[in-house]
C-alpha cells in the first residue's frame, strides 16, 4: 500500500523559500501524478500543482511565479519549492498522488498525513 | 473564493440521509468528471468518489456520487457519527494547458 511522508522545516521566515520533500513508500512513481495541497488553518483546499511522472507538470495560476514542484525518481520523492513567501503561505501542507487517464479524470488517490508551516520572522 | 459552490453545512439524524451539492460552469463541473474527498476532524482527507460516481475499494457504498449538467451530488445513507467531517467536492477547470485542480469550499456534515 502506497505511503506518502511530508518532511521539512516547520518555520520559514518571510521572503524566503519553503521547502518540503514528500517520500513515497510501498508504490512506484509511475505513472501517476505528484503534487501538493494545502489548507490554511481553518479554511478550505487549496491545489497547487503537480508534476507527472514522465516531465510534464502543471501549477495553479495564481502560484505559478513562485512554485517548483520536482521528481526524484530513483530516490522515490518529491518536493515544493516555494519562494517569497508571506504570512499567507501559514497551511498545512499535503503531498498527494494523484491519478486518471486524462486531466479530466484527475483525482487525488494517496495523501500525506500532512506538514504545518508557519511563516514568519 | 471558490469557483465551485456547496452548501456551509448539513445535518441529519443517525440513519438517515443527507445530500451535499456542488455547484460550478462549463469549464469545470460541466465538462469535467467531479470527485469527493472527506475530511474527518485532524486527519488528512481521503478520496471518497472519483470521475463523478466510482467508490474506491474500501469505500462504503453509503456514500453515492452523481452529476448532471453543472451540479454534482454526494449522497450519504445509513448516516452514522463517523460520518462528521468536513467533504470536498473537486474538479478540473479549464483545459489541459494552463488549467487548475479546484475544490469546493467545503460542507461540514453533522450527525445529530
Known amino acids: 500500500q502506497v505511503q506518502l511522508q511530508e518532511s521539512g522545516p516547520g518555520l520559514v521566515k518571510p521572503s524566503e523559500t519553503l521547502s518540503l520533500t514528500c517520500t513515497v513508500s510501498g508504490g512506484s512513481i509511475n505513472p501517476y501524478f505528484w503534487g501538493w495541497i494545502r489548507q490554511p488553518p481553518g479554511k478550505g483546499l487549496e491545489w497547487l500543482g503537480y508534476?507527472?511522472?514522465?516531465?510534464?507538470?502543471n501549477y495553479n495560476p495564481s502560484l505559478r511565479s513562485r512554485l517548483t514542484i520536482s521528481l526524484d525518481i530513483p530516490k522515490n520523492q518529491f518536493s515544493l519549492k516555494l519562494s517569497s513567501v508571506t504570512a499567507a503561505d501559514t497551511a498545512k501542507y499535503y503531498c498527494?498522488?494523484?491519478?486518471?487517464?486524462?486531466?479530466?479524470?484527475?483525482?487525488?488517490?494517496?495523501w500525506g498525513k500532512g506538514t504545518t508551516v508557519t511563516v514568519s520572522s | 473564493q471558490s469557483l465551485l459552490t456547496q452548501p456551509p453545512s448539513v445535518s441529519a439524524a443517525p440513519g438517515q440521509k443527507v445530500t451535499i451539492s456542488c455547484s460550478g460552469i462549463s469549464s469545470n463541473t460541466g465538462n469535467n468528471y467531479v470527485s469527493w474527498y472527506q475530511q474527518l476532524p485532524g486527519a488528512a482527507p481521503r478520496l471518497l468518489i472519483s470521475e463523478n460516481n466510482k467508490r474506491p475499494s474500501g469505500i462504503p457504498d453509503r456514500f453515492s456520487g452523481s452529476k448532471s449538467g453543472t451540479s454534482a451530488t454526494l449522497d450519504i445513507t445509513g448516516l452514522q457519527t463517523a460520518d462528521e467531517a468536513n467533504y470536498y467536492c473537486a474538479t478540473w477547470d479549464g483545459g489541459p494547458i494552463g488549467g487548475l485542480y479546484v475544490f469546493g469550499p467545503g460542507t461540514r456534515v453533522t450527525v445529530l
Open positions: 508534476m507527472y511522472y514522465s516531465g510534464g507538470s
Open positions: 498527494a498522488r494523484g491519478s486518471g487517464l486524462y486531466y479530466y479524470h484527475y483525482h487525488i488517490d494517496v
